[in-house]
């Protein structure tokens, strides 16, 4: 997909990515895959904080952080993987910890400039 945004691409041409060809990968390797392709990452602004696997978490320095969200993040993925085989009662659980998490990320996100799972990139044709 890279060598096609590139190929495509004209100086200056801007574009963004959000994960439709979704890969897990840090920030750094995508910067590092964008540079040898002749593009620059202008920003990256995270769009999930607890919605969405911590894949990222080490670009937060607070270790005591990382281990905060990675705990956090195997809780939330089993209690929800209980309760989507406990029928209508369990997929109702499973919305109401959604809809809590989702405005939960809400807040974070407008102090965070940086998190540790999904994130929007804008990168540039060098």
Known sequence: MIKNIERFSYKGK?????????????????RRVLEKNGMKVIDITPTFYFMSNSIDKYSIKNRLLQKIISITWFFI?????????????GRLINFIIGAFLYFLDGIILKYM????????MLAEKL
């Open 14 to 30: 801007k574009f963004s990515e959000t994960g439709f060809h979704q890969k897990n990968r840090a920030n750094e390797e995508y």
């Open 77 to 89: 993925s089993r209690t929800v993987s209980i309760f989507d085989h406990a029928g209508f009662a």
């Open 113 to 120: 400039k940086n998190g540790p799972s999904n994130k929007l």
